[in-house]
């Protein structure tokens, strides 16, 4: 019997740091597999080969901060038949992100010698405002077993398995004590989507929210308990929801709530 044809994977990046990329190089043994199931056709990344689309499957980094990025992802799309954005950057505008509450001609007027050359949009803005998405994956990076999932499930014609619980349950899926209780330190588990195995309070540091808000995530909740009972100001709250996922519109509305005048 003819073997059936693999389906194309394009890996494609956009403002971002590459970590996203680098997760899906990081599967090791799992690459074989992925590799084995796919037909890597464009993933500058692990290869210089590129083979022209249109692709099955392409996996979208970074988030559109310039006209011509803003260009780019509508050739990207066109050219895909499932458009998955992966990380931070390419699902809520990134770290980057923080440029949405500044002027940018500021920036660039103090940072280049010649800021006439530069070409850059006002904001950082995630794949999803510009094109449509077949599925959003988030982190900071991303997750790599969630990213296998994901690859099995679209590969198999399947819904993917991913959990759609906060932090706050990985912790106590690792027996971790709260530190927002125990210590009073200022944590974003209870509305951050789960994916990160609780990395920063098993080491009793708040979560970040590197993944993002959950599925109805209250961020407005936990910031009057951070208030209430731990004392925890206005300026503080607007730094804790303004990193990773900054823009992303429960952390930004909840930042923007605490800001004053």
């Known amino acids: 019997m003819p073997s059936l044809k693999k389906p ?35 993933f500058p990344e692990a290869s210089r080969a590129v083979q022209k689309g249109p692709y099955d499957i392409s996996l979208v980094e970074g988030s559109i901060t310039t006209p ?3 260009e ?27 440029r949405n509450f500044a002027n940018v001609k500021a920036f ?4 280049y010698a010649h800021p006439e050359y530069i070409s850059t949009l006002k904001k950082s803005t995630p794949i999803s405002d510009h094109v449509q998405v077949d599925y959003e994956l988030r982190g900071c990076p991303v997750n790599k077993y969630q990213l296998l999932e994901l ?21 106590k899926m690792k027996g971790n004590p709260c530190i927002m209780v125990a ?15 609780a990395l920063c309070p098993s080491y009793n540091r708040g979560c970040f929210g590197c993944y993002g808000p959950k599925e109805t995530a209250e961020p407005a909740s936990l910031s009057r308990r951070m208030a209430e009972f731990h004392n925890v100001r206005k300026p503080e709250l607007v730094h804790l929801y303004r990193s990773y996922n900054a823009v992303a519109d429960e952390f930004k509305k909840e930042s923007e709530s605490h800001e004053t005048d």
């Open 151 to 171: 690859l099995s499930a679209l590969i198999n014609n399947r819904k993917p398995v991913i959990s759609a619980h906060s932090v706050c349950l990985e912790c």
């Open 68 to 70: 011509h990025d803003a």
């Open 72 to 98: 780019r992802i509508h050739k990207v799309r066109r050219s895909s038949r499932y458009l998955i954005s992966i990380g931070s950057c390419s699902t809520a505008g990134g770290i980057q992100g923080l």
């Open 108 to 111: 660039t007027n103090t940072v």
């Open 183 to 197: 210590h009073g330190t200022p944590c974003l588990g209870p509305v951050t989507h789960a994916g990160c195995d």
């Open 8 to 42: 194309t994977l394009a890996v494609w990046k956009f403002a971002s740091c590459d970590g996203c990329q680098l997760s899906l190089l990081d599967c090791e043994d799992e690459l074989l597999a992925v590799a084995d199931a796919v037909q890597i056709a464009n």
